[in-house]
C-alpha cells in the first residue's frame, strides 16, 4: 500500500510539474531530439534553452492579448447590458481540483503514454505536445464525468479519461493534416489544438462556400499602402476601430457599469486608453510570433531525432499558433467573422434560450484565428469569415448546452472561459461513456 | 561563415532549408553558423551567406551577403550543387 501510494505520488508530481508545466514538456522533449542526434554540449543546452525560451514568449504575448480582451470583454458587456451571471449551485473550480487535480493530472500521463504507444504501432504517426491544451481538456472531461456521476470512482475517471485522450490526441492531428499540409507547404508538422473541429469546419464551408481565387493573404494594396502589408499594422487598425466603437457607445451610457469601466482609465481620455489596449493586443500577437518562431525553430529539428529513433516517421502536433505566420491577413479576418457571430449568438441566446452567452475572447480569437486560416486555405477571403462566424456558432451553442447540462454541477465557471471547440462537440461523447460503465 | 536561410514568414520553408542547408554543409565539412529568419529581420541582419527563393531577392536589394537561389528546399542535390557552384564547398 505505501509503494502504490509513493508511485501515484511520483506520478502526480511528475504530471503537475512537468505536464502541467508545458515548458519542461517541451524542453524534454527538445532536449531528448538533440541527445538522439548526438549534438554537442553546447547545442544541447542552447537548443533546449531557446525552445523553452520562445515557448514561454508564446505565453507572454498569450498573456498581452488576454489583458487587453479582458478590457475589450467587460466593455462589450457594459455595451449590452449582461448582468452578473447566476449559476445555481456548483461546485466549482477550486473545489474541484482540490478533490480531482490528482486523477486529471495522473489521466494526462497515462493519455500521453498511450498516444506514443497509438503513434508508434499504427500508421497515426502524430505525438500531441500542446501541454496545457492537454491540461484543460482532461480538466473539462473529467468535470462533465464527474458531473454525470457524482460518485464515480477514481479508477474508472482515470481508465476512461487516459484512452480516450490519448486515443483523441493522436487521432486529432491525423484529421486534420491533409488540410494542414497544404497551408505549410509541407508535412513535418501537424495541429494539437482543440480548434481542430472549427478547422475543418471552416475548411469545409470555405470549399463550399467560399472563392479560393480571393487569398486573403493577396489582399493587393496601393503602394502608398504597402505599410498595411505588415499585419501588425492590419490588427492594431482593426482591434483600435472595435475598442474605439465599444468606447464611444459606452460614452453615452450613464449606467454604474460604463461609469467604473471609463474610471478604469485614469486621468487618461477613455478613448486613448481604448486605443492604446488595442495596440496591446497587436503588440501582443507579434510577440507570440517572435515565440513560435524560436520555439518551432528547436522543436522541429530536435523532433526529427526523437521521431527517427523512437517512433519512425511521427510528426509533432503543436498548438494553434503555428499556422498564424502563413496567412496573418486570415486570423484578422476569422476572428471578425466570429466576433459579428459572437455578439449574433448573444442576442439569440439571450432571448431564444434566456441564455447569456460568455463571449470569451480568448477562445474565439484563438479558435477562430486557426479556422480563419484553413477556411482561407479553400474559400479565400469569404471562407477565413465565414470560418471565423462557424467558430462563434459553435462555440456560443456549444458553450450554452455545456454549461446548462454537462457540466451544471461540477465547473461550469471554468467551461465558460477555458472550454472550447472540441470540448464542446465531444462532450456528450464523454457523458455517454461515462453512463455507459456507471 | 554566418549563413542565413531565409524565407516570408521566417519558419516555414527557411526552417526546412536550414536543416537541409546545416546537414550538407556539415557533411562536407565547412564551419558555419545557419540561422533561419524571415525576409524583414534578414534585410538588417549580417551575414557572409544567404540563402533563399526566387521572390525574395528583391528585397534583400543591397544586403552585404553573397546570395543563392534555390527552387526546392526539398532538393538536397540542387543545394549541394548552388553551394559547389558559389565555391562554398
Redesign the interface.
Request: one cysteine or more; charged letters at 15%.
Given at each position: 500500500m505505501e509503494i502504490l501510494n509513493s508511485i501515484i505520488g511520483s506520478l502526480a508530481w511528475i504530471a503537475t510539474n512537468i505536464f502541467g508545466e508545458a515548458f519542461i514538456l517541451v524542453g524534454i522533449i527538445v532536449l531528448l531530439g538533440l541527445l538522439l542526434q548526438q549534438k554537442p554540449i553546447n547545442v544541447l543546452v542552447g537548443g533546449t534553452i531557446k525552445a523553452m525560451i520562445g515557448f514561454l514568449i508564446i505565453g507572454a504575448g498569450a498573456g498581452i492579448i488576454v489583458s487587453a480582451l479582458l478590457i475589450f470583454q467587460p466593455m462589450w458587456q457594459e455595451v449590452f447590458n449582461l448582468p452578473q451571471q447566476d449559476l445555481g449551485s456548483f461546485i466549482g473550480q477550486d473545489s474541484f481540483i482540490n478533490k480531482y487535480g490528482s486523477i486529471v493530472t495522473i489521466s494526462m500521463a497515462g493519455g500521453f503514454l498511450i498516444n506514443i504507444l497509438l503513434a508508434k504501432f499504427t500508421k497515426f504517426k502524430y505525438i500531441y505536445l500542446t501541454g496545457h491544451m492537454m491540461f484543460w481538456t482532461t480538466m473539462i472531461f473529467a468535470g462533465i464525468m464527474v458531473n454525470t456521476t457524482p460518485d464515480i470512482e477514481g479508477w474508472k475517471l482515470i481508465l476512461v479519461l487516459s484512452i480516450f485522450m490519448g486515443i483523441y490526441w493522436t487521432l486529432q492531428p491525423a484529421l486534420v493534416q491533409p488540410f494542414l499540409r497544404k497551408i505549410?507547404?509541407?508535412d513535418?508538422i501537424a495541429l494539437g489544438h482543440t480548434s481542430a473541429s472549427v478547422a475543418l469546419l471552416g475548411a469545409l464551408f470555405g470549399k463550399i462556400l467560399g472563392n479560393k481565387e480571393k487569398d486573403s493573404e493577396h489582399i493587393k494594396l496601393p503602394e502608398k499602402l504597402e505599410f498595411l502589408r505588415d499585419s501588425n499594422i492590419v490588427t492594431a487598425c482593426t482591434m483600435g476601430l472595435l475598442f474605439l466603437i465599444g468606447a464611444v457607445i459606452l460614452s453615452f451610457k450613464n449606467t454604474e457599469g460604463a461609469k467604473t469601466l471609463i474610471a478604469q482609465a485614469g486621468n487618461v481620455s477613455f478613448y486613448i486608453y481604448a486605443v492604446k489596449q488595442s495596440f496591446i493586443f497587436a503588440g501582443g500577437i507579434t510577440v507570440v510570433l517572435l515565440g513560435?518562431?524560436m520555439f518551432?525553430?528547436e522543436i522541429?529539428?530536435a523532433f526529427?531525432g526523437i521521431a527517427e529513433k523512437l517512433v519512425k516517421g511521427a510528426r509533432p502536433a503543436l498548438d494553434c499558433p503555428v499556422v498564424f505566420?502563413?496567412a496573418p491577413n486570415a486570423v484578422i479576418l476569422g476572428f471578425l467573422g466570429s466576433f459579428i457571430g459572437a455578439i449574433f449568438w448573444l442576442l439569440v441566446l439571450g432571448n431564444v434560450a434566456g441564455y447569456i452567452f460568455v463571449p470569451t475572447m480568448i477562445v474565439l480569437f484563438f479558435h477562430s484565428a486557426t479556422a480563419g486560416v484553413f477556411g482561407n486555405s479553400t474559400g479565400g477571403i469569404r471562407g477565413a469569415i465565414i470560418a471565423g462566424f462557424i467558430t462563434s456558432t459553435v462555440v456560443a451553442i456549444g458553450q450554452y448546452l455545456t454549461v446548462t447540462f454537462l457540466i451544471t454541477n461540477t465547473i461550469p465557471d471554468t467551461a465558460m472561459w477555458a472550454a472550447d471547440s472540441d470540448m464542446f462537440i465531444l462532450g456528450p461523447i464523454i457523458k455517454l461513456i461515462t453512463q455507459l460503465i456507471s | 561563415m554566418n549563413v542565413l536561410t531565409v524565407c516570408g514568414?521566417?519558419?516555414?520553408?527557411s526552417?526546412?532549408l536550414?536543416?537541409n542547408v546545416e546537414n550538407i554543409l556539415k557533411e562536407n565539412n565547412v564551419n558555419a553558423k545557419v540561422e533561419?529568419l524571415?525576409v524583414s529581420t534578414a534585410k538588417s541582419t549580417n551575414a557572409d551567406l544567404i540563402v533563399t527563393s526566387n521572390e525574395l531577392v528583391k528585397n534583400l536589394e543591397g544586403h552585404k551577403a553573397q546570395i543563392i537561389v534555390i527552387k526546392n528546399f526539398f532538393d538536397k542535390e540542387e543545394i549541394l550543387k548552388a553551394l559547389k557552384d558559389k565555391k562554398i564547398i
Amino acid at each position: 500500500m505505501e509503494i502504490l501510494n509513493s508511485i501515484i505520488g511520483s506520478l502526480a508530481w511528475i504530471a503537475t510539474n512537468i505536464f502541467g508545466e508545458a515548458f519542461i514538456l517541451v524542453g524534454i522533449i527538445v532536449l531528448l531530439g538533440l541527445l538522439l542526434q548526438q549534438k554537442p554540449i553546447n547545442v544541447l543546452v542552447g537548443g533546449t534553452i531557446k525552445a523553452m525560451i520562445g515557448f514561454l514568449i508564446i505565453g507572454a504575448g498569450a498573456g498581452i492579448i488576454v489583458s487587453a480582451l479582458l478590457i475589450f470583454q467587460p466593455m462589450w458587456q457594459e455595451v449590452f447590458n449582461l448582468p452578473q451571471q447566476d449559476l445555481g449551485s456548483f461546485i466549482g473550480q477550486d473545489s474541484f481540483i482540490n478533490k480531482y487535480g490528482s486523477i486529471v493530472t495522473i489521466s494526462m500521463a497515462g493519455g500521453f503514454l498511450i498516444n506514443i504507444l497509438l503513434a508508434k504501432f499504427t500508421k497515426f504517426k502524430y505525438i500531441y505536445l500542446t501541454g496545457h491544451m492537454m491540461f484543460w481538456t482532461t480538466m473539462i472531461f473529467a468535470g462533465i464525468m464527474v458531473n454525470t456521476t457524482p460518485d464515480i470512482e477514481g479508477w474508472k475517471l482515470i481508465l476512461v479519461l487516459s484512452i480516450f485522450m490519448g486515443i483523441y490526441w493522436t487521432l486529432q492531428p491525423a484529421l486534420v493534416q491533409p488540410f494542414l499540409r497544404k497551408i505549410m507547404d509541407g508535412d513535418s508538422i501537424a495541429l494539437g489544438h482543440t480548434s481542430a473541429s472549427v478547422a475543418l469546419l471552416g475548411a469545409l464551408f470555405g470549399k463550399i462556400l467560399g472563392n479560393k481565387e480571393k487569398d486573403s493573404e493577396h489582399i493587393k494594396l496601393p503602394e502608398k499602402l504597402e505599410f498595411l502589408r505588415d499585419s501588425n499594422i492590419v490588427t492594431a487598425c482593426t482591434m483600435g476601430l472595435l475598442f474605439l466603437i465599444g468606447a464611444v457607445i459606452l460614452s453615452f451610457k450613464n449606467t454604474e457599469g460604463a461609469k467604473t469601466l471609463i474610471a478604469q482609465a485614469g486621468n487618461v481620455s477613455f478613448y486613448i486608453y481604448a486605443v492604446k489596449q488595442s495596440f496591446i493586443f497587436a503588440g501582443g500577437i507579434t510577440v507570440v510570433l517572435l515565440g513560435v518562431r524560436m520555439f518551432i525553430g528547436e522543436i522541429v529539428p530536435a523532433f526529427n531525432g526523437i521521431a527517427e529513433k523512437l517512433v519512425k516517421g511521427a510528426r509533432p502536433a503543436l498548438d494553434c499558433p503555428v499556422v498564424f505566420p502563413y496567412a496573418p491577413n486570415a486570423v484578422i479576418l476569422g476572428f471578425l467573422g466570429s466576433f459579428i457571430g459572437a455578439i449574433f449568438w448573444l442576442l439569440v441566446l439571450g432571448n431564444v434560450a434566456g441564455y447569456i452567452f460568455v463571449p470569451t475572447m480568448i477562445v474565439l480569437f484563438f479558435h477562430s484565428a486557426t479556422a480563419g486560416v484553413f477556411g482561407n486555405s479553400t474559400g479565400g477571403i469569404r471562407g477565413a469569415i465565414i470560418a471565423g462566424f462557424i467558430t462563434s456558432t459553435v462555440v456560443a451553442i456549444g458553450q450554452y448546452l455545456t454549461v446548462t447540462f454537462l457540466i451544471t454541477n461540477t465547473i461550469p465557471d471554468t467551461a465558460m472561459w477555458a472550454a472550447d471547440s472540441d470540448m464542446f462537440i465531444l462532450g456528450p461523447i464523454i457523458k455517454l461513456i461515462t453512463q455507459l460503465i456507471s | 561563415m554566418n549563413v542565413l536561410t531565409v524565407c516570408g514568414l521566417g519558419m516555414g520553408t527557411s526552417l526546412i532549408l536550414k536543416m537541409n542547408v546545416e546537414n550538407i554543409l556539415k557533411e562536407n565539412n565547412v564551419n558555419a553558423k545557419v540561422e533561419h529568419l524571415d525576409v524583414s529581420t534578414a534585410k538588417s541582419t549580417n551575414a557572409d551567406l544567404i540563402v533563399t527563393s526566387n521572390e525574395l531577392v528583391k528585397n534583400l536589394e543591397g544586403h552585404k551577403a553573397q546570395i543563392i537561389v534555390i527552387k526546392n528546399f526539398f532538393d538536397k542535390e540542387e543545394i549541394l550543387k548552388a553551394l559547389k557552384d558559389k565555391k562554398i564547398i
